[in-house]
């Protein structure tokens, strides 16, 4: 996990209001990705970026905007908040190794909740 | 799309027991099946993981084996120790796409 981080690791906010998660990686990987993890739900994939400049919708994006203007930063933002947006979220990155394949890396996690 | 089921979502082990996770698939252009432990307050991390035209691997006590006709992997973990416990996920990636599916994830307990 060194590679990746996320900020804030915890964060309480309020119905409607307005939310950024940060994410960062230093291995110049080319793929992210945004997950949220739910109790009975495992990892739910919310967006995904291919590089700099280029995103997707993953199966759960409905509430969420992604921007990808630097490799090494894919900030998720709650433009406004809901209670059913009360998660961990994930940030992970991936690239192709010939000898490997692809692994994705996971950072820590942010702990949100939507009161 | 991609549908993972896992089971079981509890499992709980004496000490040098195995244990054994199974999870089950639909999409047959499924070619990447990795596994992922957690820890509390930890992101995934992971363990081991299969390729398609592969029916087995083994990485000292932890081996994945794949039934591609049944469309089934598993996760065997032998002479289970404390620190083996833990939230494990299995999860998949469909041929031509990045990111991955998961199952819901087995919460292993390991008594000693």
């Known amino acids: 996990d060194a590679g990746i981080t996320q900020s804030p690791r915890y964060k309480i906010t309020e119905t409607g209001r307005q939310v950024t998660l940060m994410c960062h990686q230093t291995?110049?990987?080319?793929?992210m990705f945004w997950y949220r993890q739910d109790l009975g739900h495992g990892l739910r994939l919310i967006y995904y970026?291919?590089?700099?400049?280029?995103?997707d919708k993953g199966e759960v994006p409905d509430g969420y905007v992604v921007s990808r203007s630097k490799t090494e930063n894919f900030p998720l933002t709650l433009e406004s908040a809901t209670r059913s947006q009360t998660s961990v979220y994930f940030c992970?990155?991936?690239?192709?190794?010939?000898?490997?394949?692809?692994?994705?890396?996971f950072g820590p996690g942010t702990r949100l909740l939507v009161l | 799309g991609e549908n993972v089921e896992q089971h079981p979502s509890t499992l709980s082990v004496q000490e040098g027991d195995s244990a054994v996770i199974k999870c089950t698939y639909s999409?047959?252009?499924?070619?990447?099946f990795p596994w992922y432990k957690q820890e509390l307050g930890k992101g995934p991390q992971l363990i081991i993981d299969?390729?398609?035209?592969?029916g087995e691997k083994k990485d000292q006590r932890i081996a994945v084996t794949l039934n591609k006709t049944a469309k089934h992997f598993s996760l065997h973990i032998t002479e289970t120790q404390p620190e083996d416990s833990a939230v494990y996920f299995c999860a998949l990636r469909r041929t031509g796409r990045r990111a991955l599916t998961f199952g819901s994830g087995t919460r292993l307990q390991v008594q000693p």
């Open positions: 970026s291919a590089a700099a400049d280029i995103t």
């Open positions: 992970a990155s991936s690239e192709f190794d010939r000898g490997k394949g692809e692994t994705q890396y």
């Open positions: 291995w110049s990987h080319s793929y």
């Open positions: 299969i390729r398609s035209n592969v």
């Open positions: 999409d047959s252009a499924s070619n990447y």
